[in-house]
Structures are given as structure tokens and as C-alpha cells.
């Protein structure tokens, strides 16, 4: 298994690798735990709503254009990346959307920067030429994030989701690749 290793700001060494079936249960876990954290992904407490045998199905159908990125400091999951992509759509199996996700406590280490150019890279090497994304248009610190690594605004989803009855605005943002 290819692993990407990187030294963070706090100095501490954190690997990168694509998801396995094995990862599936504690993956789980991870991700329900991060769902609570924060009010910017798009899922929450609840989670994904996935059984451990649909996640494994998840991780076991990966291919190059579609994956699951796990971020870990001590073997312990602290982040995770995605880039899923519709292959069997000709005239959309060049691009591929992403998702990140980071545990609060490890917010600010780098984690989030080096998940994505990893992904980018992995999306680079599989043919994709464009990857999306989109955030909350009030999350700063992602917005700061995504244009770092040279993804450009490209438009509003206004009414983009709903949180606790309150609508948010979604930025969609791109990048060429």
C-alpha cells in the first residue's frame, strides 16, 4: 500500500493512504465523530447513515478517479479526503468533486493542505483535468485553504443547505488540473 508521509507544524509525522475495507468500522466512527464538530460539512451528528458492510463496499469499489484519502497521526484517523467522479458518464468523467474532512482538534496542523494535494495528485495521475468542490460561503478558512492550492471561485448556490432551519449560501469553487 502507497503511503505519502509528512511532517506537520507541530512537528508530528502524519501519513496519508488510501482507504482499505478494513477501514471501514473505525472509519465510521471517525466520520460520525467529525460530523458533530462542526456545522460546515454536509452531514452531522448522523453521520453518513452507512452500514460497516455499505462502507466496505465504498472502499472496495475505489478506482483511480474515485477514492477515500485517510489521514493518520499515530495510527489514529484524523482526517479523510475524497474525490468521487461519475465514470460512466463520458461527458463528465473528466472531472471529479472533493471532500475533507478534519477531526477540530487537529484543524490548523497542515493536515487539511497536504490531504488535498495528495488527492490532487492522485486525481492528476488518473486523467481527471478539473476538480470541484464546494463550502459554506462563510467558511473563511476553508475559502483561504482551497485558493492556497489554487482552486478558483466559480459561483453561489444560493439556499445550499439547511441547517437547523436556516439557509446557507454554497461557493462552488474549481480547479484545473
Request: proline share 1%; net charge positive.
Given at each position: 500500500?502507497?503511503?505519502?508521509?509528512?511532517?506537520?507544524?507541530d512537528g508530528r509525522e502524519?501519513?496519508?493512504?488510501?482507504?482499505?475495507?478494513?477501514?471501514?468500522?473505525?472509519?465510521?466512527?471517525?466520520?460520525?465523530?467529525?460530523?458533530?464538530?462542526?456545522?460546515?460539512?454536509?452531514?452531522?451528528?448522523?453521520?453518513?447513515?452507512?452500514?460497516?458492510?455499505?462502507?466496505?463496499?465504498?472502499?472496495?469499489?475505489?478506482?483511480?478517479?474515485?477514492?477515500?484519502?485517510?489521514?493518520?497521526?499515530?495510527?489514529?484517523?484524523?482526517?479523510?479526503?475524497?474525490?468521487?467522479?461519475?465514470?460512466?458518464?463520458?461527458?463528465?468523467?473528466?472531472?471529479?468533486?472533493?471532500?475533507?474532512?478534519?477531526?477540530?482538534?487537529?484543524?490548523?496542523?497542515?493536515?487539511?493542505?497536504?490531504?488535498?494535494?495528495?488527492?490532487?495528485?492522485?486525481?492528476?495521475?488518473?486523467?481527471?483535468?478539473?476538480?470541484?468542490?464546494?463550502?459554506?460561503?462563510?467558511?473563511?478558512?476553508?475559502?483561504?485553504?482551497?485558493?492556497?492550492?489554487?482552486?478558483?471561485?466559480?459561483?453561489?448556490?444560493?439556499?445550499?443547505?439547511?441547517?437547523?432551519?436556516?439557509?446557507?449560501?454554497?461557493?462552488?469553487?474549481?480547479?484545473?488540473?
Amino acid at each position: 500500500m502507497e503511503k505519502y508521509i509528512f511532517e506537520l507544524k507541530d512537528g508530528r509525522e502524519l501519513v496519508i493512504r488510501k482507504a482499505e475495507e478494513k477501514d471501514a468500522e473505525i472509519f465510521l466512527q471517525y466520520f460520525n465523530t467529525v460530523g458533530a464538530e462542526t456545522d460546515f460539512l454536509g452531514f452531522g451528528a448522523e453521520g453518513p447513515k452507512l452500514t460497516v458492510e455499505e462502507e466496505k463496499e465504498v472502499f472496495r469499489s475505489s478506482t483511480p478517479k474515485n477514492f477515500f484519502l485517510i489521514a493518520e497521526i499515530e495510527e489514529k484517523i484524523v482526517g479523510s479526503c475524497s474525490i468521487n467522479t461519475n465514470e460512466k458518464r463520458i461527458r463528465s468523467a473528466h472531472f471529479g468533486e472533493l471532500g475533507i474532512v478534519v477531526l477540530k482538534n487537529y484543524w490548523n496542523l497542515g493536515i487539511g493542505y497536504n490531504l488535498i494535494k495528495t488527492a490532487i495528485k492522485y486525481g492528476k495521475q488518473a486523467g481527471l483535468k478539473k476538480i470541484n468542490l464546494d463550502t459554506r460561503k462563510d467558511n473563511q478558512k476553508a475559502i483561504s485553504l482551497y485558493k492556497k492550492l489554487g482552486f478558483k471561485e466559480e459561483g453561489i448556490i444560493t439556499r445550499g443547505t439547511l441547517i437547523n432551519n436556516k439557509f446557507y449560501d454554497l461557493l462552488i469553487m474549481g480547479l484545473k488540473i
